[in-house]
């Protein structure tokens, strides 16, 4: 169990070097639904490093995973509606939050924005209640 | 290769080696440690610690810097107010993630695996996304 912590702390820090990477080269938050929003809005048009960015996040993602047999593994007992349920408040929340986990949680709160602590907490707290009375009502 | 977009690969792929390294992949895992109330999985909050320790120690170092590598300034966010908006969107995030387990980032890390849940959430991630306009 220790193990786990520690294997999760250092990828952890390697996410966090990942935001700090593309501040320092690029001037850029890490932030990914506001990387993808950039993408679906502009279409053709879009920046070329937010599309080498989810390249990077897309193609490793799986090289990474195949190579370390690190599959993901998914709840089996969901309906299909539910999972599409899920990616379109997802989608429609970082939009009006202007921002997700890694945008509000990695960079927001690295840079001590009062906007991400409060978008945090508020999706913290749901996203634990939405599992309780899913798995305990 | 343009210097900006071999930038952007470099930090998407790092992102992706973190995201698996450290179990966020696993919407299993993310659901275990929503579940405190339960058998809570405490992992990932060491997820988190790590990453933002990180960018707390490291962003100031950063922005010390008059520019970034490629780039005129550096673009951070506008807006400090706290509104309606910020709660409505983040609690409806917050709905969607404790349902599925998932966040943008570990889903299309997911992608290729090709499995029907994780294509099924990406599609409405990218409906919901254009259904509602940036403000």
Redesign the interface.
């Known amino acids: 169990m220790m193990d786990n912590w520690i294997v999760a702390s250092g990828g952890g820090v390697l996410i966090g070097l990942a935001a700090v990477w593309l501040l320092w080269s690029l001037g850029r938050m890490a932030g990914v639904s506001g990387i993808l929003n950039g993408i679906l809005d502009a279409g053709k048009h879009a920046e070329k490093w937010r599309i080498g960015f989810v390249l990077g996040l897309v193609g490793v993602g799986f090289l990474f995973s195949y190579l370390t047999h690190n599959q993901p593994i998914l709840p089996s007992d969901k309906p299909w509606w539910q999972w599409l349920l899920a990616g379109l408040l997802v989608g429609i929340g970082s939009r009006l939050a202007n921002g997700c986990t890694s945008g509000h949680g990695v960079c927001g709160l690295g840079r001590r924005a009062k906007r991400s602590l409060f978008a945090v907490l508020i999706f913290m707290s749901v996203a634990i209640l939405t599992v309780w009375i899913g798995r305990h009502v | 290769m343009?210097k900006?977009?071999?930038?952007?690969?470099?930090?998407?792929?790092?992102?992706?080696?973190?995201?698996?390294?450290?179990?966020?992949?696993?919407?299993?895992?993310i659901?275990d440690f929503?579940?405190?109330?339960?058998k809570w999985n405490?992992?990932?909050a060491?997820?988190?610690?790590?990453?933002?320790?990180?960018?707390?120690l490291?962003?100031p170092l950063?922005?010390r810097?008059k520019?970034?590598?490629?780039?005129e300034?550096?673009?951070?966010?506008s807006?400090?107010?706290?509104d309606a908006?910020?709660?409505?969107?983040?609690?409806?995030?917050?709905?969607?993630?404790?349902?599925?387990?998932?966040?943008?980032?570990p889903?299309?890390?997911?992608?290729?695996?090709l499995?029907?849940?994780?294509c099924?959430?990406?599609?409405?991630?990218?409906?919901?996304?254009?259904?509602?306009k940036?403000r």
């Open positions: 343009r900006d977009f071999l930038f952007g690969l470099i930090g998407g792929s790092m992102f992706a080696i973190g995201l698996v390294f450290s179990g966020m992949t696993k919407p299993n895992l659901i929503l579940d405190v109330m339960g405490p992992q990932l060491f997820v988190l610690g790590g990453a933002v320790a990180t960018t707390l490291l962003f950063v922005l810097q520019k970034p590598l490629v780039g300034k550096f673009i951070l966010p807006k400090t107010n706290i908006r910020l709660g409505w969107g983040a609690a409806i995030f917050g709905l969607g993630w404790g349902v599925a387990g998932y966040c943008p980032a889903a299309l890390a997911n992608l290729l695996w499995d029907g849940a994780t099924l959430f990406l599609v409405g991630l990218v409906v919901g996304s254009l259904t509602v940036n």
